[in-house]
């Protein structure tokens, strides 16, 4: 009976509507009240993990542009929001309904005001083919068949499939999908004035960020990272005759001579960080520093950060070993024993052990069990800085423990010569003389790695292309 009412529901669920955006009939489980119902829950949650760039004049340029493309979209009656992600990946992402998002990661590399209109009109067109709510449909229905299959047979389901659509808004539709995106984003483009060319420039500049990992992961012999932004890059190369088809299609739309905007651009993004920015905190090697909330923490060689909003992750090459801080209010002056002992509530703690280190209050302790973790708190004023250690899989607890203390035990206020340390590097314009060489240039150039592979990077110019002279070019320091 229970597997009759499932099919029964899956049976009543199921429909199709047209396309606002193709013409064509889609599978599809929800309404378009529903659809920005779903984006708003969404963009409560992203708002959560990653931050807004506190530069509201950038954000404000970013919005002007979006609501430009997007007014010329198959959805113009949605209300569209166009947000700047404190971030240095180098990614953007749409969510139902409307909301989309670029991270400052993936402007530094952009060169023009008809390239970051090709990436929000490529959202844009995500959101107005509605890929999200297509591919939400497509989970659930095979969710309930998977359990109605559960149910019948006694074999649980492979999965929740329905998880896939919070990845796809970060990681991507697939091909055709993503090519579609590509089609309506070139269409937008040359509706509202902006170049549709410029959507094969974008490709051409993050196919160079994919080339660049390549080589480095060869040079070194590691394996080769999976490709990072999602729409313009991962599914086609610049070359793709389908990719050259659809903005070719798009270009006889065009009004006017098709505007670029390089020089604008530019002046907006100038003194943009590069990297991490001083709001989120910035890495220096294996360390990391916080000018606003005043601390330094150092990590493992070898072992990576991840500086998410709401935490600070640090993990091993493996992603086996992991520590995730947070910052939670004390609400009363507790000690760092008491807090401790108040978040652990009835789990038992061994190994417990009190010190003070650079003046702060300090308590750490062991959960045992089965996945044991190592937990610690540091405490100062009303801030309470909360520390979790664990390991995944068979490995022991003790295999990582030392480097889960050696974490906790570098935490400490800044000094005052660490605070240069906590400001970000900035991108700064400069025009290409004659006379001069790249080489020359990347000399000046501040941060870690090959200088003069990020400049040719940032400027479209990877691996051997040379700038004329009176180019503006973008530069760190």
């Known amino acids: 009976m229970r597997v009759a009412l499932l099919l029964l529901l899956l049976g009543q669920l199921v429909g199709c509507a047209v396309n606002p955006a193709t013409g064509r009939n889609d599978f599809v489980m929800m309404s378009e009240q529903q659809e920005i119902e779903l984006g708003q829950r969404y963009n409560e949650e992203i708002r959560k993990q990653y931050p807004r760039y506190a530069d509201e004049k950038l954000q404000a340029y970013v919005q002007q542009v979006g609501e430009r493309v997007a007014r010329y979209g198959h959805r113009s009656n949605l209300k569209y929001s166009f947000t700047v992600i404190d971030s240095p990946d180098i990614n953007a992402f749409a969510l139902p309904g409307g909301h989309i998002y670029i991270h400052r990661g993936l402007m530094a590399y952009l060169s023009s005001e008809a390239e970051l209109a090709a990436v929000l009109g490529h959202e844009v067109g995500h959101v107005t083919a509605r890929h999200s709510v297509r591919q939400q449909s497509q989970s659930t229905a095979w969710g309930l068949l998977g359990q109605a299959v559960a149910i019948g047979t006694g074999v649980g389901a492979a999965g929740d499939l329905t998880s896939a659509l919070g990845g796809a808004f970060v990681s991507g539709y697939g091909r055709d999908m993503e090519l579609e995106a590509d089609g309506l984003g070139a269409q937008y483009l040359a509706r509202s004035g902006y170049d549709p060319q410029a959507m094969i420039e974008v490709v051409k500049v ?22 990072g932004y999602h729409g313009l890059f991962d599914t086609h190369p610049d070359n793709d005759t389908r990719l050259r088809q659809v903005v070719a299609a798009a270009s006889p739309l065009a009004t006017g001579q098709g505007e670029v905007g390089r020089d604008v651009y530019l002046k ?5 960080p590069f990297g991490d920015s001083a709001e989120a905190g910035v890495r220096r090697g ?32 493996d992603q086996q070993a992991f520590v995730v801080m947070s910052l939670e209010p004390l609400p009363k002056a507790l000690s760092a024993e008491q807090y401790l002992r108040q978040r652990a509530g009835r789990q038992q703690l061994v190994q417990q052990d009190n010190f003070r280190q650079a003046g702060l209050d300090v308590a750490t302790a062991v959960v045992p069990g089965t996945a044991a973790k190592r937990v610690a708190v540091i405490t100062r004023e009303r801030q309470a800085f909360l520390f979790i250690g664990a390991v995944k899989g068979h490995a022991s607890l003790e ?10 035990r570098s935490f400490r206020p800044l000094r005052a010569q660490e605070r240069a340390l906590s400001e970000p590097r900035r991108l700064r314009l400069l025009q290409f003389k004659a006379g001069q060489s790249l080489e020359g240039l ?36």
């Open 268 to 272: 907006h993004i100038e003194g943009m």
């Open 286 to 317: 294996q360390h990391f520093y916080h000018s606003g909330l005043d601390f330094t923490l150092a990590f493992p060689p070898g072992w990576e950060l991840i500086n998410r909003a709401d935490a600070l992750i640090v993990h091993s090459a």
């Open 442 to 477: 990347s000399q000046q150039m501040s941060g870690e790695g090959d200088q003069l592979v990020r400049l040719r990077l940032l400027n479209g110019l990877y691996p051997e292309g040379q700038p004329s002279p009176g180019d503006w070019l973008k530069t760190v320091r």
């Open 399 to 408: 295999s990582e423990d030392e480097r889960f203390l050696e974490v906790v």
């Open 206 to 227: 993050l196919k160079s960020q994919e080339d660049f990992a390549r080589d480095q992961a060869r040079a070194t012999g590691q394996e080769v990272p999976a490709a």
